[in-house]
Each structure stands twice: as C-alpha cells, then as structure tokens.
C-alpha cells in the first residue's frame, strides 16, 4: 500500500484547509485509515481516523467539531476537512492505513507528510 498526502499549505487562524490522501495498491481494501499529525518538537499525534467503511469515526478531542474525516473508496481516497483553523493546528500531517486505533503502531503503511501552517 502506498499513501500520498496533500493539500498542506499556509492559511490564517480561522481558515478551512481540505487534506486528502491518495491510496494505491491492491492491498489497501479494508484497511481503516487515519490522520496524525506532529508538531516541531512535539510527539507525533493521533488527529482522526475512519473504518473502511466509512461508518465508524473518531478524532481527537483537540478537533472534534472542527475537523471531519472522510473517504471514497471508489477513488481510494481518504479527506480531512480542517474548520476553525488554530495556531496549535500547525503541524506535519500524516496519513496512514491500517487498524481503526489511536495508536501510530497501529498503522502498518504510511504517506509522507504534508505540512500545514496556521499563522495569526
């Protein structure tokens, strides 16, 4: 399974900012996939995360009512829909496929970062 993450960029506190991650190879089915992120300094940490079915979500408190995971398994891709952008936000954004956990061990492939920056 190879995962690609995009749609990083800069915005102001307050913006929205759309990621989305690109998923390939035939291994991918049934994999739930999740969203991390890590900040300069910081341990990476769990952002989001979604079954394979779309059916089961669940985010971090730190977003909850602010962010919104998705996906379209029809065009292997998975989306984070960022609201209410916060400075505490910035982050190296990950995306990754495996268990619908918390945990980053629980994900077995994962994309390179894509890096959002929330400026006030």
């Known amino acids: 399974v190879q995962l690609q993450a995009s749609g990083g960029g800069l915005v102001t506190v307050g913006d929205s900012l759309t990621l989305s991650c690109a998923a390939s190879g035939d291994t991918y089915t049934g994999y739930a996939v999740g969203w991390f992120r890590q900040a300069p300094g910081k341990e990476r940490e769990f952002v989001s995360t979604i079954s394979w079915s779309g059916g089961s979500t669940y985010y971090a408190e730190s977003v909850k009512g602010r962010f919104t995971i998705s996906r379209d398994n029809a065009k292997n891709m998975v989306y984070l829909q960022m609201n209410s952008l916060k400075s505490e936000d910035t982050a190296v954004y990950y995306c990754?496929?495996?268990?619908?956990?918390?945990?980053?061990?629980?994900?077995?492939?994962w994309g390179q970062g894509t890096l959002v920056t929330v400026s006030s």
């Open positions: 990754a496929a495996g268990l619908l956990v918390r945990t980053p061990s629980g994900y077995k492939y």
